[in-house]
């Protein structure tokens, strides 16, 4: 590794003209200073460019691209990964920040690590709610990590893996984010580049992430991203049987939420063929046959209140 290899932070945003400015700040205190910070505004229409723009005048480091019209977070990434000139690339959400040291540690790992095939650094995370509550989470898996991935829901996150703080080697054919996915967008991208690359990760809670409310993906985003982890997963040889189930039923439960229950029993039917030993799930298919939400436990069910139990979703336009 070079004695000061240029890392180049990667930030897509949206309209946080009033957070931005932290995660620059946050970027500007590395002790480790070989970096570029590329912004990429996903077309705000708030004052998001003139607060990056007043930083870009006493800092050339900061790089700012504008989309001309929004396209989403994985296609703001694509944009970054296109443009960065670093000799690795690392991550931060425009409402998240690195601890100083951030760059400094992660590099270090890169350096240090008996991984022969090693891709990806990630951290810990220090979660910081709207009340002053903390949260700390710490990964515990390295080396060849896909199956902890694919074996945990996108949703949930993975014992610090799954979040889009890491740093990766740069090469000439860079793993890109898949601009189809309006949600788990970096579960995903984790999903194919540990099929790829070795991880390690250090053990501290180097990045900040500001938790303002729960992050939420809407039932629509969820149904069409589910869809197509489906299509992409089912292509595998051998494909992931508790993979495909797991996805089926969040895909059930989006329909349902929605309010297409035709669509919500077809794929609690396909989850249950994808994997039929897991007996635990069967009681799906009969809440789903009769218009029932096909998300509920069985635990949940019996402590439910009937009139909860059989709610009704939106009514549906297809």
């Known amino acids: 590794m070079a004695d000061h290899p240029l890392v180049s932070v990667i930030t897509p945003t949206h309209n946080r003209a009033g957070l931005i400015g932290r995660a620059i700040k946050s970027v500007q205190n590395q002790t ?9 505004d996903d077309a705000s229409t708030d004052d998001t460019e003139a607060v990056v723009r007043a930083f870009q005048e006493s800092d050339d480091r900061i790089v700012y691209i504008k989309h001309p019209e929004n396209r989403n977070g994985a296609a703001a990434r694509n944009t970054g990964i296109r443009a960065a000139k670093g000799d690795y690339v690392a991550f931060l959400d425009s409402d998240d920040e690195f601890h100083p040291e951030t760059l400094a540690k992660q590099l270090a790992v890169f350096e240090s690590s008996d991984l022969e095939n090693l891709g990806l650094v990630t951290c810990g995370r220090r979660e910081v709610g709207p009340g002053g509550s903390e949260a700390i989470k710490l990964p515990k898996r390295r080396g060849w990590v896909r199956q902890d991935v694919l074996g945990t829901a996108p949703r949930t996150g993975n014992i610090g893996i799954v979040h889009i703080g890491f740093m990766m080697k740069r090469n000439s054919e860079p793993i890109m984010f898949d601009e189809r996915l309006a949600a788990f967008q970096d579960w995903d991208f984790l999903a194919r580049a540990t099929a790829k690359y070795q991880l ?6 180097l990045l900040i992430v500001n938790v303002q409310g729960e992050r939420v993906h809407s039932a629509k985003n969820v149904a069409s991203a589910s869809e197509i982890l489906i299509e992409k997963h089912s292509q595998e040889t051998p494909p992931d049987g508790n993979l495909l189930q797991r996805e089926h039923l969040r895909a059930a439960g989006a329909y349902f939420e929605i309010g297409l229950k035709r669509k919500s ?6 989850g249950i063929k994808t994997n039929p030993k897991a007996w635990r799930h069967y009681h799906r ?10 998300t509920l436990s069985l635990g949940v069910m019996v402590r439910m ?10 009514p549906s336009t297809k």
């Open 305 to 314: 209140p009937l009139h909860r139990l059989l709610r009704t979703p939106a």
């Open 200 to 205: 390690d990760y250090v053990p501290e809670p």
């Open 32 to 40: 480790h200073q070989d970096w570029e910070h590329i912004i990429i």
């Open 265 to 270: 029993l077809r794929h609690v039917w396909s």
């Open 285 to 294: 298919l009969a809440l789903s046959a009769f218009g029932l939400d096909p």
